[in-house]
């Protein structure tokens, strides 16, 4: 299937055409014709999907750009998200012959110079974070109560990040007559609340996919016990050969560590998290796109809401807290058919976050840096995997093992705590039922050579088979 069945206006197509898009994914192909039919929709699919050209299209599609008023508007749960949302629409936006205003609200930007301009023109499409959108609403100069379209990207992290009453009170500013989509990784249950209280008998589509990561990935797992772990990683870059490589951490702080440590070694490294200023994060990331940096250390909130072009590598500094990140984290590598190595380091009580990886269908290799490069190791499991050998018994033994067992163990040691059993205070059944046999085999050739000779039969161990039986069984 090719975007031309969907009939889209000129501009449009030639925007495809700019950004080589022939074929839409599984997500466009199934829910374009959705939202083009104006139905209200909950878009389940993960990260990478093209979900946001799932939405722009069709917005695009049916705007009307003779208008003065705002007809669609799009919350993002980050300043980077709503911004790389701005930036695919834009690029629609500029092969349009008649003027097509997007704007992109997001905080630590210049909010004076908004509402001016606010003051002579109202934009065709919103986009931006909740809290900038709905302080221009509330304030009573941004209209969007002629809005046809409201669209909430990333729903489940417009949640965790405690975003969903901001985004309720955009959404009581919109008209009743509005279509309504939510796109998101997961549907949370407490997500459920809002979306009765909106959506009207919305299509409900999950997008299954074939693989937890991709295939192009490589997902590699490498032990840090009784490593120096800044070393082991600055160890990692001088053997991987980016184009552009992604550390992951769980903290701000180790952010802060990590960065120091491998800037010091002489890389090249970028550093992305909370506590980074608007202003001086926009510029870290113009860097990122100029190739001034082969290294970002980033904290989780880069994994959900930055789309860095061509990373090549992505190094987990460990496992995320939430497990859910882990696959952001490594679908920030291996994308648009391109190779891609993802490589996590771990300690043994990593062991229980690995295995629950592992049962969402997360396939790992296991690696190990020898002789200057990366090798294949063992399986971490390979004790538990191992199967355990029994010994196989003789006729003879599984014979005397199925007898009666001694009454008393104190017999035993006393019987056998001689010769055969040295040291032995419990001998087990298996090693009394060998002793047995042994016995049973000599005495026997004891009393064949007896007969042969002539001499009266007398057994080697008289008291084994005479008087207590309770010696041996």
Do not use: C
Request: charged share 25%.
């Amino acid at each position: 299937m090719s975007f031309k069945k969907f009939q889209f206006k000129s501009y449009i197509v030639e925007a495809l055409e700019e950004l080589k898009f022939t074929t839409p994914t599984e997500v466009q192909e199934k829910l374009i014709p959705i939202v083009l039919a104006g139905r209200d929709l909950v878009g389940e699919s993960k990260t990478g999907s093209g979900k946001t050209h799932t939405f722009l299209l069709p917005i695009f599609q049916q705007l009307d750009e003779t208008s003065d008023s705002v007809q669609a508007v799009i919350t993002a749960p980050s300043r980077e998200l709503a911004t790389q949302i701005y930036q695919a629409a834009r690029q629609i936006a500029a092969h349009s012959d008649v003027e097509v205003r997007v704007v992109n609200y997001v905080g630590g930007t210049d909010k004076a110079r908004q509402i001016e301009k606010l003051a002579s023109n109202q934009p065709h499409i919103v986009i931006g974070t909740p809290g900038r959108i709905y302080d221009l609403v509330k304030s009573g100069d941004l209209a969007i109560h002629k809005a046809k379209t409201f669209v909430i990207d990333e729903a489940d992290m417009t949640l965790d990040m405690g975003f969903l009453e901001t985004v309720d009170k955009i959404a009581g500013s919109l008209p009743k007559d509005l279509q309504f989509m939510v796109f998101s990784a997961t549907i949370p249950q407490k997500l459920q609340p809002f979306l009765k209280k909106y959506l009207s008998n919305p299509v409900m589509e999950k997008i299954k996919t074939k693989t937890v990561i991709s295939d192009t990935i490589d997902n590699w797992l490498i032990s840090t016990k009784g490593r120096d772990k800044n070393a082991q990683i600055y160890q990692l870059t001088q053997l991987m050969q980016p184009y552009l490589a992604m550390i992951f951490v769980n903290t701000k702080t180790r952010a802060d560590e990590l960065h120091a440590y491998l800037t010091a070694q002489g890389l090249k490294v970028a550093k992305i998290h909370g506590d980074i200023a608007p202003r001086e994060r926009k510029r870290i990331m113009n860097q990122v796109k100029n190739l001034d940096f082969e290294y970002i250390v980033a904290t989780d909130l880069a994994a959900r809401g930055i789309d860095i072009e061509g990373v090549s590598h992505v190094i987990n500094d460990a496992i995320p807290q939430d497990l859910s990140f882990f696959v952001h984290r490594v679908g920030r590598t291996g994308r648009n058919g391109l190779p891609g190595t993802a490589i996590t380091l771990y300690q043994p009580s990593d062991d229980s976050d690995i295995r629950e990886l592992e049962k969402l269908g997360i396939k790992f290799t296991p690696k190990m840096v020898k002789d200057g490069e990366f090798q294949d190791t063992y399986d971490r499991d390979r004790r538990a995997n191992r199967e355990k050998k029994q010994d196989k018994l003789d006729i003879e033994m599984i014979g005397l093992v199925k007898k009666k067992k001694k009454k008393s163990n104190q017999a035993i040691r006393r019987r056998f705590n001689g010769r055969w059993m040295k040291n032995a205070a419990k001998p087990s059944v298996l090693k009394i039922a060998h002793v047995a046999v042994q016995s049973v085999k000599l005495n026997a050739k004891h009393f064949k050579n007896s007969v042969e000779s002539g001499d009266s039969t007398e057994f080697l161990f008289p008291e084994i088979f005479k008087g207590d039986n309770n010696y041996i069984f």
